[in-house]
């Protein structure tokens, strides 16, 4: 049972944006600050990719977020789908993504509103007067575009659908999935 677990995990994960409703699209990433503090802001699921074990959003070059990962690349992600009855945990370490040929492929893929964040002249978080301040300078988008891939080392899959409540933890040994049963 855990090994098919496993697998609805990566294939709700492997849900592309746009298509059909991915119940974990919206992930809720945690880093920590230069100053040892927890930040979580929330992200959107680009790609997950099984045979990697990983997971792809896309960051803005200039934001906070980019240089907590660089300075500390581990990394904790939840997520819960829209029913709030399924959770997903997942812990790994995140690392832009540098092949100049998958950030273009990126780039080109995302939508009209996802590049537009990226083209505004105000770096992320940065202290502004009104929203349309962040917008008043255009820049190219591209050269403030990054794809961060967070190479995962566990899952924690917690459903609460059943009168049973289950909880089950996968910790990456090598290049296989030990799996193991958890109390929720």
């Not at 659908?161 to 296989?176: K, P």
């Amino acid at each position: 049972m855990l090994d098919l677990i496993l697998a609805e995990v990566w294939s709700n994960l492997a849900i592309p944006v746009g298509g059909s409703p991915n119940p974990f699209r919206l992930m809720q990433l945690a880093t920590v600050n230069a100053e040892g503090q927890p930040k979580v802001s929330t992200v959107v699921l680009r790609h997950a990719d099984e045979s990697t074990k990983s997971i792809i959003f896309y960051v803005d070059k200039r934001s906070a977020k980019l240089a907590e990962i660089l300075a500390e690349p581990r990394v904790g992600i939840t997520a819960v789908d829209p029913s709030g009855k399924r959770q997903l945990r997942l812990e790994g370490l995140g690392k832009p993504v540098s092949d100049a040929s998958l950030l273009a492929k990126h780039w080109e893929q995302a939508r009209g509103r996802t590049q537009a964040l990226f083209r505004h002249g105000r770096i992320p978080g940065e202290s502004i007067s009104s929203p349309s301040v962040a917008y008043e300078t255009h820049r190219e988008g591209f050269k403030n575009f990054a794809v961060l891939a967070v190479h995962l080392r566990q899952i924690e899959w917690l459903d609460l659908t059943q009168d049973i409540h289950q909880r089950a933890r996968f910790i990456l040994q090598g290049e296989h999935w030990q799996a193991g049963w958890i109390a929720p």
